[in-house]
């Protein structure tokens, strides 16, 4: 097993005055990763799958601890669409050179992390039960890198 450390920095300097901040976030027990680039075509497509049993492109949801997507096209931009258990869904657009990182529960994974219907969000979160993507105009890749326990 291993630590995972995430360091998000922002840097900026306006009016002579350095702004920004540094923060760092350690996962601990890490003992699987994947990282991948996949072709993101204009069609929607499932690039992501989360179950109780692992298989082939599907993840334990209880198990996932870190997730983030990086949009390596220079020109256009990628729609992420998050499914839940409940078949609610939230779509996220990542700009070209953008990167959107889904937090993960840290004991939990991503087991109720999710809701996205108005009507029903006063039931609970529910677990996160696929990722697709699709791309703006053209075919875009897309790195995505998941960290598991």
Known sequence: MADLTVTLTESLTLNNSAIGGTNTLTVTGVNEVNKRIVTVTTTEATILTFSAAAGQGTYIAANVRYIRFTNLDG??????TFKDEDNTEFRVKVDKGESF?????????????MKANGSALGSGLADLYDVTADADTASCKLEIFIATV
């Open 75 to 80: 020109t256009n931009h990628i729609m992420l």
């Open 101 to 113: 990182i889904y937090n993960a529960d840290l004991a939990g994974g991503l087991v109720d992390t």
